[in-house]
């Protein structure tokens, strides 16, 4: 059975009813698109959805433990495990990723068209109370020298957070995740990361490894598969497996082919493969040119991406 969660709003400032409508509102749409993380042992803190693929936004120092198991809950009342597929301690960020199906993702707007007296909104699990959401305005933009090589900005507002709050979103008006909630800063300014910080570095970590889900071996090539192949070279891949699962059916490719070339691009060896996959790797299948029981043969195997595993 589904758990209902908690829901209260807190603010410094009182708010006319329309606007407590349009809140309510935001609430609403956003609420299946944020998650409690628990760690094994530990408090838990706040996540919320990035992407369908089960990709996940929380705070570095909410999963700072890789010896510790993690967790999420999501509204609806599924408890998922998860595993943290990326982190960077210094600006206190970190993606998880958990399998399941209908999860919907907060839409992200732009931090850099925040103004000042602009209201904003947070929701989170304060002290362990689920789907709290509290109210502010949005007080400055400020820089923070991490290191010699490397400056932060920062989100300051009078937005209440509380332990449970930190790597839940920061909204605006409309709704939009525009920061991320990292911790109390002094009195009543609280701190977020901007989501034009977010969106740069997630932008930048590594995709995955493409890969056709086929287990390979270089073999020598028979004088007459040489002769009939268009770049006549001397060796191949044999396919000697054949991934389960998601790889099933997806390809063209059989037991027992030898893989000669994609294109005008020889494949001689399993460099060869992976180089020619990695400049493929937008797209959805991979034209392969075989030789199935000496015929030589034009198919097509689907491309999938090998997710990466946790990153330092």
Known sequence: MAQTPTFSTESSIPLPDVFSNEL????????????QV???????????????????????????????????????????SAKVLHRNPQLDLAVLKVSADNLQPLIVGKSSALRVGEWVFAIGHPWGQRWVVTAGIMSTLSEVKLDKDLTAQYIKSDV????????????????EVVGINAMIFGGDLSVSIPSDTLVGWVANLPKGRATL?????????????????????????LVVGIQSGRFAGSNDVLLGDILLGSGEQPIKNSADLGRILNEQSEHET?????????????VEAAIQTQELEQAA
């Open 38 to 80: 628990y760690t094994e042992g530990r408090g838990g803190g706040t996540g919320f959805v990035w992407h369908k693929d089960g990709r996940i936004i929380t705070n570095n120092h909410v999963v700072s433990r890789d010896d510790l198991k993690v967790q999420v809950l999501l509204s609806d009342g599924r408890r998922l």
């Open 213 to 237: 889900g086929l287990l390979v071996q270089q073999v020598e090539l028979p004088e007459e598969v040489q002769q009939a192949s268009k770049t006549q070279q001397a060796t191949g891949l």
């Open 286 to 298: 991979l034209a392969l040119t075989v030789s199935r029981g000496g015929t030589i043969l034009a």
């Open 160 to 175: 209440r957070l509380a332990p449970g709050n930190s790597g839940g979103p920061l909204l605006n008006a409309d709704g």
């Open 24 to 35: 309510t509102e935001i609430f609403n749409r956003s609420q299946p698109g944020i998650v």
